[in-house]
């Protein structure tokens, strides 16, 4: 949804500034611009960057912006739910909870202790997918950061060539002053399109990695509390330990008063 804003955000600039041209022409101008700055940029991130890598650009993007955030206050309650039903009812209730957890990760985890495989295994598996997927996030994020930093180069090189096709215009001065204004234009677009779009990218992406890696350490946590079949609140504890502050807050305002009675009671 951020995505669409920022290119609509971007749209609407550009329309708002070729209002102020006075004629088709320049409009086109306009659009030569914005087609200058952007295939320059991207034919700049296609010299530096192998294909492959670039095409997965999208598929991170896609899967940080459609990707719920990450619940703690919920996963704690269903890692409960589970650890319990777990002690009573065996494998199978591991294999159906695992249906719709809602978390690659825990999925894959409790499929993996439902097949009653070892903790070393399960754990070296799931830092094989994590790593997997936290260097694609940090390949994405050095990719559009280098397209936030070729964008404005290529707008300030498209403002030199409109300069220079000013100068023949010198014994004609009603002229430069519209001229002067579609060649600054492709600097404008250079840095629209790095603070618009390239940058927001790059900081979502860093700032995902970031939530990831607490994430990460609180499915292990998660995941070793439902094998070792651990009491509730002894869980909660566990769990409460590694979420964040705010996270923490929430779950705390969200649990009734007898809630730990119950717990320590039904453990």
Not at 71 to 85: F, G, V
Not at 93 to 107: H, M, P, Q, T, W
Not at 189 to 212: E, I, Q
Request: with cysteine; hydrophobic share 45%; proline share 3%.
């Amino acid at each position: 949804m951020k995505i669409i804003i920022f290119f609509v955000c971007f749209i609407g600039v550009i329309f708002f500034s070729a209002s102020f041209q006075d004629s088709c022409n320049s409009i086109v101008s306009n659009v030569v611009s914005i087609v200058f700055v952007f295939s320059g940029t991207v034919i700049a991130t296609l010299v530096s960057y192998p294909v492959e890598k670039i095409r997965r650009v999208k598929d991170v993007l896609q899967k940080v912006y459609s990707t719920d955030v990450f619940d703690y206050a919920e996963k704690t309650r269903r890692t409960i739910q589970l650890a319990r039903e777990y002690k009573r009812l065996g494998f199978k209730v591991l294999e159906e909870g695992a249906r719709d957890i809602g978390n690659d990760y825990l999925k894959l985890g409790l499929q993996l202790i439902a097949d009653n495989s070892s903790w070393d295994h399960i754990k070296a598996t799931l830092e094989k997918e994590f790593i997997f997927d936290s260097l694609q996030n940090d390949c994405a994020e050095r990719i559009t950061r280098s397209m936030a930093k070729y964008a404005p180069a290529f707008g300030l090189a498209g403002t030199i060539i409109g300069l220079m096709r000013i100068f023949p215009q010198l014994s004609n001065p009603e002229h430069i002053g519209s001229s002067m204004s579609l060649a600054l234009l492709t600097t404008l677009y250079g840095v629209l399109l790095s603070n618009l779009v390239f940058l927001p990218l790059a900081n979502k992406l860093k700032d995902t990695s970031a939530d990831d890696e607490i994430m990460y350490r609180f499915v292990l946590e998660a995941l070793q509390c439902v094998r070792s079949k651990e009491y509730s609140i002894v869980i909660e504890q566990r769990l409460s330990a590694l979420m964040p502050k705010h996270d923490l807050v929430k779950y705390k305002a969200e649990k009734p008063e007898n809630m730990k009675l119950r717990i320590a009671e039904s453990g």
